[in-house]
């Protein structure tokens, strides 16, 4: 594979994933807050066919993430389309990197510690979580780190940018595990997070060094 395929194929990987990624944290947020009827009547048919309780927390999850994958394959194919655009490209260089450090988390904070009085969400009852200082600072942190590698005055290595990001996931993992998820759907959220982060940062390193200027090589003096 040359350097325009490696460039293209990993192009793909990134819009998947960030796609993948946002879809994931709209879907997310739209159940929660709900009712989502269009989530409803999925889950309602999903354990008729399986034969479950209405209610099943199977036909639900199965609902919310068949719902984001065809969220995430429509932003996929809107990134396609306009793949050529500066927009698109600018997106997917910036706007992509907060996204795919940030979208998770910031759903999660606003579910948890915003819309204590809304009458809509009343799953948000009795949800107590860590104190806000340290999810929020936390993120802070990751947004600024984000910004850092973005205008190229990232100091660490590739290992340690790959294992901040793992912490940064680590930690947001938990605090997904720890609000009435099973594992396996729990686990969905920090792992694809974790590997459009991780994505992002290739591309951006990729795209830099794609438009870095060529150095001459030197010639023989006679």
Excluded at 74 to 101: H, K, M, P, Q, Y
Excluded at 153 to 169: E, M, R
Excluded at 198 to 214: C, D, E, I, K
């Amino acid at each position: 594979m040359d350097r325009t395929q490696s460039t293209q194929a990993l192009g793909y990987l990134h819009e998947f994933f960030f796609s993948s990624n946002i879809a994931l944290a709209l879907i997310w947020e739209e159940s929660f807050l709900g009712p989502f009827l269009l989530e409803l009547r999925l889950q309602y048919r999903i354990n008729a066919f399986l034969h479950l309780h209405p209610h099943s927390n199977t036909g639900g999850y199965i609902a919310m993430f068949g719902l984001a994958f065809g969220l995430a394959l429509c932003i996929f194919l809107s990134l396609r389309l306009f793949s050529r655009t500066f927009l698109a490209r600018e997106v997917l260089r910036s706007i992509a990197g907060i996204g795919s450090l940030t979208a998770l988390p910031s759903c999660w904070l606003y579910i948890n510690y915003v819309p204590w009085h809304n009458p809509r969400i009343p799953l948000a009852e009795g949800v107590h979580g860590p104190a806000l200082f340290w999810p929020l600072s936390e993120l802070g942190v990751a947004l600024v780190c984000v910004l850092l590698y973005l205008y190229g005055i990232w100091p660490l290595p590739k290992w340690g940018s790959a294992a901040l990001v793992a912490l940064h996931w680590g930690f947001w993992g938990w605090q997904f595990f720890g609000r009435g998820m099973f594992f396996f759907p729990g686990l969905v959220f920090p792992l694809t997070g974790f590997s459009s982060s991780l994505a992002w940062g290739l591309y951006v390193s990729q795209h830099r060094a794609n438009h870095s200027p060529a150095v001459p090589a030197p010639q023989n003096l006679r």
